[in-house]
């Protein structure tokens, strides 16, 4: 089966860090885009970084120099440090795989992605 399976996500102070892992399984990892997402409640779901099948990475602006996104295509894993984390980061973050379309900033947009995992719990406070 496909699937995406989040780790790593708690409860942490202002200005501490966490590191989410996403594991997959049941599709070639190293051939996808893979997305991170976050949604507080009563938001939409955001984009928050990627790392495309070639290695290159995009992030959000408001996550920049404090979030690092990267990937082991070995153990077809998918991470994402965060650091110096704020009550604004509060959400439930989501990995995503897919191959978002060329135009700008097509990476944010959650229809391009097909694949989703559950989701893990992010809360600062």
């Known amino acids: 089966d496909v699937q995406l399976v989040e780790s790593g996500g708690g409860l942490v102070q202002p200005g501490g860090s966490l590191r989410l892992s996403c594991a997959a399984s049941?599709?070639?990892?190293?051939?996808?885009?893979m997305g991170w997402f976050r949604q507080a409640p009563g938001k939409e779901r955001e984009g928050v970084a990627i790392i495309d099948s070639d290695g290159r990475l995009s992030y959000a602006e408001f996550v920049k120099d404090r979030f690092t996104i990267s990937k082991d295509n070995a153990n077809n894993t998918l991470y994402l440090q965060m650091n110096s984390l704020q009550p604004e980061d509060t959400a439930m973050y989501y990995c995503?795989?897919?191959?978002?379309?060329?135009?700008?900033?097509?990476?944010?947009?959650?229809?391009?992605?097909?694949?989703w995992g559950q989701g893990t719990q992010v809360t600062v406070s």
């Open positions: 995503a795989a897919g191959n978002p379309s060329l135009y700008p900033d097509s990476w944010k947009v959650p229809r391009e992605y097909d694949v």
């Open positions: 049941g599709f070639t990892f190293s051939s996808y885009d």
